[in-house]
């Protein structure tokens, strides 16, 4: 069996963006509802690639599709929380995150069924005014972040791209990124479906090679190759989300396939089996 990557989605609607109109309080009963056929679209390309995933789910689109989350569950996925709405962390003080963490964690559990334990804010966005909240996170029974990126603007380039553990209880699994030329792109979003095929290729040998546990991202609604266009977005936001839809599917089975795709749950639950392995042969080592 090839090393395991972990493979992460996250669960939101196709226009649901971290800037007015769309992450407006009514912007879910403005624009059209396709987060079903989205969460299909990804689901069967999971269970074609026997892939198993993370599903960063929203609360506010938990409520409205209970059966879909619940569908996600049975199909062996795992759930955790991508905020209670689709704001960015730092719009809100420190106590307001707080509650929507707790909030949002009750509701995706109530719905779903299953424990939460991972976090990835909207956007990146544990970052400026938020760059410590996630201290709020083990108090709160999260046992893994995945929300801080290693790049300019979403993040910070200066932070690891490994995992690594930011509190004793606490993982920071940061999504993927690559070299390309002079500068640092995403290795999902819209470099993911626009590179050229051999470079994504030769990247994604080198994560599972390095058997560090770099979770790959996902948005369901990218392989909706039907979706309207974003009415009102930037020329960069509609770059972002736009750029490649177009076969994004295919090519994803194509860069995907042979991969060991597992929840970063699981992921996580190997790593530690295998610290606990490595401590104990240290300790018979140093006693006999
Ligand atoms: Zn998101």
Redesign the pocket.
């Known amino acids: 069996m090839n090393p395991s990557l972990p493979l992460s989605l ?1 669960w ?1 609607d196709w226009f ?1 963006l971290c800037c007015p109109p769309f992450d407006d309080l009514h912007a879910l009963d403005h624009f059209e509802d396709r987060l079903e056929r989205a969460t299909d679209l990804a689901l069967q390309l999971c269970a074609e690639l026997g892939a198993k995933g993370t599903w960063f789910c929203l609360a506010d689109q938990a409520k409205r599709h209970p059966d879909l989350l619940r569908r996600i569950v049975s199909s062996g996925h795992c759930i955790g929380l ?1 905020g209670l709405t ?1 704001s960015r962390a730092f719009t809100q003080d420190r106590t307001s995150f707080r509650q929507s963490l707790v909030r949002g964690k009750a509701i995706i559990e109530d719905l779903s069924g299953a424990r939460v334990l991972g976090f990835r804010a ?2 990146w966005s544990l970052r400026n005014d938020a760059i410590e909240y996630w201290q709020e996170l083990p108090a709160l029974g999260f046992t893994f972040d995945s929300s801080r990126a290693p790049l300019k603007i979403l993040g910070d380039p200066a932070w690891s791209r490994h995992p690594y553990r930011l509190a004793e209880n606490l993982w920071e699994l940061p999504p993927p990124v690559m070299g390309l030329g002079p500068l640092t792109v995403p290795l999902w979003g819209w470099a993911m479906r626009i590179l050229p095929e051999f470079l994504l290729s030769a990247e994604l040998k080198t994560l599972q090679a390095e058997k560090v546990g770099t979770p790959l991202v996902l ?1 369901p609604w990218e392989l909706d190759e039907q979706q309207p266009p974003l009415p009102q977005a930037s020329m960069g936001h509609r770059f972002a989300h736009r750029a490649g839809l177009r076969g994004y599917g295919s090519r994803l089975r194509k860069l995907w396939s042979g991969l060991n795709l597992v929840s970063l749950e699981a992921w996580i639950e190997a790593k530690e089996s295998s610290e606990a392995a490595q401590s104990a042969l240290v300790l018979l080592e140093a006693h006999s």
């Open positions: 996250d939101e649901q991508h689709h909207p956007e948005h």
